[in-house]
């Protein structure tokens, strides 16, 4: 069983660009959720998606957007990128009920 | 906003020794789980629960759910190297059955070897 996967690994930017970050979910999980790990601390919620939309988002402004397509993968869009947008980003999935299983995430460097 | 407070924030840890954890949190949560991170990785789950005063095992690990709803401990018997890392508490108001996706964590209690 594959797990999540999230690409790219690594990543690095200039402040006012645009960035997209992909994840592939756990074999017949149908809901994903995005979170934000800054250095040192935990990891934030961004938003959840469930069958194509959005169902959930934290305190993230509307620079923040996300895609998930019918096999369930997602897209995770930053427009307009921040220094403070450096941060890891993690890909979790999982089924309706059931707890999430994390990717290893995408490291995000603004400079 | 919800928030967690985790506790300690480190430690240092000898082979052989028991390690304690705990979470609190300033609202009620409906579950909690634990996860541990190495460097590089995404969390891993290690526990969860869904109803207060439950206690769960899993090998030398242990947690519990609280049973005021606002708080969560994780034990580790008999600490192996292996156990060094960034364990974290999450929570969330969702009930067993809801979306888990917005899950609040703390802030990590790092894991380390005694030099």
């Known amino acids: 069983e594959t797990g999540v996967t999230q690409s790219p690994t690594h990543l690095i930017k200039t402040r006012g660009q645009q960035v997209t970050l992909r994840c592939s979910s756990q074999?017949?999980?149908?809901?994903v959720s995005w979170y934000q790990q800054a250095l040192g601390q935990g990891p934030q919620f961004i938003f959840q998606?469930?069958?194509?939309?959005?169902?959930g988002r934290g305190n993230f402004p509307p620079r923040f957007s996300g895609l998930q397509f019918p096999n369930y993968s997602s897209e995770l869009n930053v427009n307009a990128l921040e220094l403070d947008d450096s941060a890891l980003y993690l890909c979790?999935?999982?089924?309706?009920?059931?707890?999430?299983?994390f990717g290893n995430g995408t490291r995000l460097t603004v400079t | 906003g919800q928030q967690l407070n985790q506790s300690p924030q480190s430690m240092f840890i000898q082979e052989g020794e028991d390690v304690s954890m705990n979470c609190t949190s300033s609202?009620?949560?409906?579950?909690w789980l634990w996860y541990k991170q190495d460097p590089g990785e995404g969390p891993v789950l290690l526990i969860a629960?869904?109803?207060?005063?439950e206690l769960t095992s899993n090998g030398r690990l242990t947690a519990q759910f609280g049973i005021t709803r606002k708080d969560s401990f994780l034990n580790i018997s008999a600490s192996i190297p292996s156990d060094v890392g960034i364990y974290f508490c999450?929570?969330?108001?969702?009930?067993?059955?809801?979306?888990?996706?917005?899950?609040?964590f703390g802030k990590g209690t790092k894991l380390s070897v005694k030099p």
């Open positions: 979790a999935s999982s089924l309706p009920e059931s707890p999430l299983h």
């Open positions: 074999s017949g999980h149908n809901t």
């Open positions: 998606y469930y069958r194509e939309e959005e169902n």
């Open positions: 609202s009620i949560f409906n579950t």
């Open positions: 629960l869904y109803k207060a005063g």
């Open positions: 999450a929570g969330t108001s969702m009930n067993y059955g809801g979306s888990q996706g917005n899950l609040i």
